[in-house]
């Protein structure tokens, strides 16, 4: 589903490298965690793949399928099938939430070839997405995540992602911030959607999410690369011991 | 000094060439009155407070600089879903063939130029009247010029509810046409009216409207200046506010060469709201537009807003300037103003003056001003979502501009200026 080459990302101000070379595979269907010290490079790989400003890939390659991302325009790799849970989202004042869900499925679905949804079979598909999450009507009416809280930012990212059903999903710390509830209601949705031609990159720091959503693989990142890939018990190591004695055996 | 020569020369030349309309005594009184005013005030000139910002040259001129109607294809007229009471002038001159009858339930409604040569007329208490209390502190020499020479324009008193709007449809047709239109509004105690305003009206228009609300009347007013680029126009609306009073008037401006709208608000009773709003799209060097905005607060409670929002593009200027004024004793006054502008490259400037002068100590007044560049995360969070980056940046110039929508108390007339907004940023790419 996804297969990242010898990835290079430098800030275009200031021309630090952040991503040195690193390779990751993801199957389809399958659900990958990636964890790593603050500061690694996690949220830069996700802003990379999704192709922010100010990311510039300097060498390797990232293909999603037989779609060469890193060619195309942000929404094209959305439209694609690429969705990124954002570490933190974004406030967009005077756009509310219900026109910003429905911009972006329509606009998808246009690119996709296929017919849009009438403001209608909108309202019902979204009630029904909105309650699985605890989402109530009047944050659908509100300004995209204008005076959300924490976890109602993280909760309404699921929401996009549940409405737009995208193939390959990244998730940056979308645990961070939510209570235990929660967390519960994040990593349920997050279940529903596990398809056989689904995949999950899940970044996380702690293995809380990790009990939940429980993921086929594990890697840790460390100063750009992925320096260890595992099974589960991995991010129970890291749980328990942290990253020293990883990162010790990598030097 | 030789600023101080310039501008009494010009306002020489053009007072030798404006010609005063016949009309019955008080009519003749009151324009001759103003041309006096005209003449003491002399026209705007770059020195002046309130013309700094804006080149008053081309309204001044005796002639005015031709503009080319513009074509709006197989757009809708504006407020075409709405049942309406329209009055139709091509380049200033009623056209009673594309008019409706001039008639209405709690409605009085006649034309200026009929009124005019009337012995005694309800309107002589008002006509000029308004104006001339407007010219202090800040003296408004184009609209004293408006009163001694439009030539036509309604006189409308609302006596009850009236569920109809009257909207102006102002055409535009000559290229050299120069327009004056004056027009005078009463609305009786109780009474409510909403007054619709559409074109550009001429190559270079000149408009005035004076509008008394009795007590605990409300008047709405929503205006589309038209779409053509090269038009100049230069309005002002002059509104005096009694006891539980809502005035509330919106301007939606694309285009246009040079647009300079002023208005003057006065709270003379207690409890009344002041409202006052606008959004201009502004695309090309050649755009200018100037909101300038007076408002006295002479009375208890009241409240007043100013919400004015500019989408610039291409070098395109806007310019606002906005005044509170809380007087002696006009206590618990809330006073807001904003005005922000949305710049979508560096070419384009905006300036902004807000003022606030307050003479009594239990008000709440505010005021803020901002310019600024779309929001590159907005952009890049809707384009990770897959909006493309043209229906993203739409969708931010819309959420940019809503709160000054919002001041819209009718939501279907909003909803009709919002798909006009649309469909002008759809031919306005790049
Ligand atoms: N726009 C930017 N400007 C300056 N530095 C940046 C920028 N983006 C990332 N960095 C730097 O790049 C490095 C990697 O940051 P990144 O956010 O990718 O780390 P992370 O692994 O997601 O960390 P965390 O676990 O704290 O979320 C950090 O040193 C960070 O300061
Ligand atoms: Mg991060």
């Known amino acids: ?251 | 000094m030789a600023l101080a020569n310039l501008k009494q020369e010009a306002t020489g030349t053009r007072l030798a060439a404006a010609v005063v309309p016949p009309g019955g005594v008080w009519a003749t009184q009151a324009r001759r009155a103003a041309l006096a005013r005209v003449a003491e005030m002399g026209l705007p000139g770059r020195r002046d407070e309130y013309w700094r910002f804006t080149n008053p040259e081309t309204l001044n001129a005796v002639q005015a600089p031709e503009a080319a109607a513009f074509d709006a294809g197989d757009e809708a007229p504006a407020f075409a879903d709405v049942a309406r009471l329209r009055v139709v002038f091509v380049d200033g001159v009623f056209d009673a063939a594309q008019s409706d009858d001039l008639s209405g339930e709690g409605l009085e409604i006649a034309r200026l130029a009929d009124v005019a040569q009337s012995d005694i007329h309800w309107a002589r208490d008002l006509f000029g009247v308004l104006e001339a209390g407007g010219q202090h502190p800040v003296p408004r020499p184009l609209a004293a010029l408006n009163t001694a020479t439009a030539t036509d324009g309604v006189v409308i008193r609302a006596t009850s509810v009236v569920e109809r709007p009257v909207e102006l449809v102002l055409q535009h047709r000559d290229a050299d046409s120069d327009v004056a239109l004056h027009h005078v509004i009463r609305v009786e105690d109780g009474a409510s009216l909403t007054l619709l305003e559409s074109g550009a009206g001429a190559a270079r228009l000149n408009t005035v409207a004076e509008v008394d609300l009795g007590h605990g009347a409300q008047f709405h007013h929503i205006r589309v200046q038209g779409r053509d680029h090269d038009r100049r126009a230069v309005t002002g609306l002059f509104a005096r506010i009694a006891e539980g009073a809502v005035f509330k008037s919106f301007t939606l401006t694309f285009n246009g060469r040079l647009t300079r709208n002023e208005v003057v608000m006065d709270i003379t009773g207690d409890d009344a709201n002041a409202h006052v709003a606008g959004v201009a799209l502004g695309d090309g060097r050649a755009f200018h537009h100037d909101d300038t905005v007076f408002v006295t607060h002479g009375a208890l409670a009241g409240e007043s807003r100013q919400v004015f929002k500019k989408v610039l593009r291409n070098g395109a200027t806007g310019v606002f300037q906005g005044k509170i004024l809380v007087r002696p004793g006009a206590q618990k006054t809330d006073g807001y103003q904003i005005s922000q502008s949305l710049l979508l490259d560096g070419d384009s400037t905006f300036i902004a003056k807000p003022e606030l002068e307050i003479w009594a100590d239990d008000v709440k007044c505010s005021h803020g001003s901002t310019s600024g560049a779309i929001d590159e995360q907005a952009l890049y969070y809707l384009r990770s979502r897959g909006v493309p980056l043209v229906e993203a940046q739409d969708l931010l110039v819309l959420a940019f501009v809503a709160e000054a929508l919002e001041e819209i108390a009718d939501e279907r007339l909003a909803d009709d200026l919002r798909g006009r907004l649309e469909g002008w940023l759809n031919r306005h790419r790049g």
Do not use: W
């Not at chain 1, 406030?91 to 998808?108: C, D, H, K, W, Y």
């Not at chain 1, 702690?206 to 009990?211: G, K, M, T, V």
């Not at chain 1, 594990?218 to 990883?246: F, K, Q, S």
């Open chain 1, 1 to 251: 589903m996804l297969k990242i080459e010898n990835l290079h990302v430098r800030l275009e101000e200031g021309g630090k490298e952040i991503i040195k070379g690193l390779d990751l595979t993801v199957g389809a269907g399958e659900v990958h965690a990636v964890m790593g010290p603050n500061g690694s490079g996690k949220s830069t790989l996700s802003y990379a793949l999704s192709g922010r400003d100010g990311y510039e890939v300097t060498a390797g390659t990232a293909m999603m399928g037989d779609v060469d991302l890193l060619a195309i325009d942000p929404e094209a790799r959305a439209a694609a099938g690429l969705f990124l849970a954002f570490q933190y989202p974004v406030e967009i004042p005077g756009v509310s939430n219900m026109v910003f869900l429905r911009t972006a499925l329509n606009a998808q679905r246009k690119a996709q070839g296929r017919p849009g949804y009438s403001s209608a079979q909108f309202l019902k598909l979204i009630r029904e997405k909105a309650a699985t999450l605890d989402i109530d009507a009047d944050m659908l009416k509100r300004a995209v995540n204008v005076g959300f809280s924490g976890g109602e930012k993280k909760r309404n990212e699921i929401l996009q992602m549940a409405v737009l059903e995208p193939m390959m999903c990244i998730l940056d710390e979308t645990d961070s911030g939510l209570d235990v509830d929660a967390m519960k209601l994040v990593a349920h949705g997050v279940n529903a959607l596990r398809a056989q031609d689904r995949s999950f990159l899940v970044i996380t720091h702690y293995q809380r999410l990790l009990d939940h959503i429980k993921p086929d693989v594990v890697h840790i990142m460390a100063d750009g690369r992925i320096i260890r890939t595992g099974g589960p018990e991995l991010a129970l190591e890291v749980e328990n011991n942290g990253y020293a004695d990883i990162l010790r055996e990598v030097a």
